[in-house]
């Protein structure tokens, strides 16, 4: 892809096995020019674990809490990214930190966490595969059912249910529910799944399809959330994906 007239190579991958319910998915970027990309991420619903490569050497091992609004980053010239999203089980069972204290901010991790230091810029396909075997996880652990069955219950009705339907689903009650979202990614469960309903209309706003889905009563309503979640509208989105808002972009090549 293209961004402001530098060449961005993406790759993108999602993990179809036990890793899927931890995991959304890994992102590899690209830069081999002599400068950096600037732009602006919005919103998705995850929070990252970033590792970047420039010239071929390990730089930067880094945690990034979810965000709730548009940060503006920086691809580095000749530089290797790799990037996992992760739900929001991962939090507890994989970094064993509460990524609610990392909303809107990121910490640096020591580049030997999980052995990254070991790992030589590779594919995507390997850093992935390297990540789950050094992670310190069994992924066959027991999560308490009611737990699992919340991260289900999120990351599937997102768009169509809401916490109302999720609390009767489950034995915890509201208070509970935001209690625990709170502290392993930062905000509550209406935020949360507002993040997510937003999230899924940059596909059809990348298109230029500007109105309402089912998800969303109206217009008004619509482009109140986009904008609130996003810090603009979806016509500014649309128009700027080529330089300020390349996420839009990419949300179509999963």
């Not at 071929?56 to 548009?70: A, R």
């Not at 509460?98 to 020591?110: A, F, H, V, W």
């Amino acid at each position: 892809m293209n961004i402001n007239g530098f060449r961005l190579k993406v790759g993108i991958l999602s993990p179809k096995d036990e890793l899927n319910q931890f995991l959304d998915s890994g992102w590899l970027f690209e830069n081999n020019n002599k400068h950096a990309i600037n732009y602006t991420i919005i919103p998705d619903g995850f929070f990252k674990l970033i590792v970047i490569y420039i010239d071929g050497s390990l730089k930067q091992v880094k945690l990034v809490g979810l965000f709730d609004k548009s940060i503006p980053i920086s691809t580095p010239a000749n530089s290797v990214t790799f990037l996992l999203k992760f739900k929001l089980l991962a939090s507890e069972y994989f970094f064993k930190h509460n990524i609610g204290s990392l909303l809107n901010n990121s910490k640096e991790l020591d580049h030997d966490f999980w052995r990254i230091n070991e790992f030589k810029v590779g594919s995507l396909q390997e850093y992935i595969h390297f990540i789950k075997k050094n992670c310190n996880i069994t992924l066959t652990n027991k999560i308490p059912e009611k737990k699992r069955q919340l991260s289900q219950l999120i990351y599937s009705t997102y768009s169509t249910g809401n916490v109302t339907e999720i609390v009767h689903k489950i034995d915890w009650s509201h208070r509970q529910i935001n209690r625990y979202l709170k502290k392993h990614i930062g905000i509550s469960i209406k935020e949360y799944l507002n993040i997510l309903k937003c999230a899924e209309t940059y596909d059809q706003i990348s298109e230029g399809e500007l109105f309402p889905n089912g998800n969303y009563t109206d217009q008004p309503h619509f482009s109140k959330s986009i904008k609130k979640q996003t810090g603009t509208t979806p016509q500014k989105l649309y128009e700027g994906q080529n330089d300020q808002f390349v996420q839009l972009q990419l949300t179509n090549k999963r």
